[in-house]
C-alpha cells in the first residue's frame, strides 16, 4: 500500500469521525468490565452510529456552505471535500441509530434521549439567549461542561441503564463512577479548547482563553486527579472492579496526562483528533490487559 492510499484510508477514518465512535464504544466497554454488565449488542449499534451521526451533522451544515473553507483549517477542508460521502454515510449510520434506539429498554432510551437532546442544541440554534437563538456552545464555558455531560451519560449511565442482568442500575458505585468519567472527558476536552484558541477561543470563552494555555493544563490535570480519586472510592469503598482497576486507571491517567500537558495551539490536527482522542481506546486496552492479569 503506498503513503498516499494510506493516508486517504487515515483521514476518512479520522476526519469521517470513525475514530471518535470507536472511542465512544471503548469507553462503553470500559464501563461494562468495570461493573461487569451484560450489555446487548443492540447499544454498542446505538453508541456507535448514534456518535458517528451526530458529530458528522456539526460539521454537514458546514462542509455544504458555499464559503471558501482555508487550507490550515484541515479536518474543515476535508469535510468541505468529501461532503456528499459523509452525508450518505452520516444518513445510514442515522437509520441504524434509530433502529437500534427502538431495541433498547424503555430506561435506556429515556437515558439516550437527554444526550441527543443535549448535542443538537450544542450544534444548532435552540436557545433563546438574550434576545438571539444561540447553539450551547455559544454560551461562554458552558461548552466544556455540556460535552464532558453528554459523554459521562452516554459511556457511564447508559450501559447501566442497558445492563440485562440487574434491576437496581443507579447505585451510589455509578453515580460516583458517572462523576469519574464526566471529569476524564472535561480533562480530555481542554486540549481540543488549547486547539482551537485562536480560532473560536474567544469567541466561546473557553478556560484556554480565560486562563491561558498552562493554567488550563493545570485544571485539566487537577480534575483528572479527582477522577483519581473517585475511582479509588469506586474500586476500594464499594468493591467495583477492585484494585487492579484503580492501578489500570492510575497507569492510563498518567499516560493521559503527558498528553494533555503537551498540547499546544501548534500542534498538527492528527495530535489531537488521533492521539487524544484515542486515549480513550487505550484505556479500554488497559483494563483488557488488567483483566488478565491473576
Excluded at 150 to 179: D, H, K, S, Y
Aim: proline letters at 3%; a positive charge; hydrophobic letters at 55%.
Amino acid at each position: 500500500m503506498s503513503k498516499k492510499t494510506f493516508k486517504a484510508i487515515f483521514d476518512i477514518y479520522l476526519y469521517g469521525n470513525f475514530h471518535v465512535a470507536f472511542c465512544a464504544v471503548s469507553m462503553v466497554l470500559v464501563t461494562q468490565i468495570i461493573f461487569g454488565f451484560h450489555l446487548p449488542t443492540e447499544l454498542f449499534v446505538f453508541v456507535f452510529c448514534g456518535t458517528f451521526f451526530l458529530y458528522n451533522l456539526q460539521r454537514l451544515p458546514s462542509a455544504f456552505s458555499k464559503g471558501i473553507v482555508e487550507s490550515e483549517f484541515i479536518r474543515h477542508k476535508w469535510n468541505s471535500d468529501h461532503k456528499v460521502f459523509l452525508a450518505i454515510l452520516s444518513g445510514i449510520a442515522a437509520l441504524a441509530a434509530i433502529w437500534s434506539f427502538f431495541q433498547l429498554y424503555h430506561r435506556s432510551q429515556l437515558i439516550a434521549i437527554l444526550p441527543a437532546i443535549l448535542s443538537l442544541a450544542y450544534a444548532f440554534p435552540f436557545i433563546p439567549w438574550k434576545g438571539e437563538w444561540k447553539q450551547l456552545r455559544d454560551i461562554k464555558v458552558l461548552k466544556i461542561f455540556i460535552v464532558a455531560i453528554v459523554w459521562g451519560i452516554i459511556c457511564a449511565l447508559l450501559p447501566a441503564a442497558a445492563n440485562t442482568t440487574g434491576e437496581n442500575w443507579f447505585t451510589p458505585a455509578m453515580m460516583i463512577w458517572f462523576l469519574a468519567s464526566c471529569g476524564l472527558f472535561f480533562s480530555l476536552v481542554i486540549p481540543f479548547d488549547i486547539r482551537d484558541l485562536h480560532f473560536d477561543g474567544e469567541k466561546l470563552k473557553t478556560f484556554p482563553a480565560i486562563l491561558g494555555v498552562k493554567k488550563s493544563i493545570l485544571l485539566a490535570l487537577v480534575v483528572l486527579l479527582i477522577s483519581n480519586v473517585l475511582v479509588f472510592i469506586c474500586t476500594t469503598i464499594y468493591g467495583v472492579g477492585g484494585l487492579k482497576t484503580f492501578a489500570a486507571f492510575l497507569l492510563w491517567s498518567i499516560v493521559a496526562g503527558v498528553f494533555i500537558s503537551k498540547s499546544n495551539p501548534q500542534r498538527r490536527e492528527y495530535y489531537f483528533s488521533f492521539f487524544v482522542d484515542g486515549l480513550m481506546i487505550l484505556l479500554f486496552c488497559f483494563l483488557v490487559l488488567e483483566s488478565h492479569i491473576k
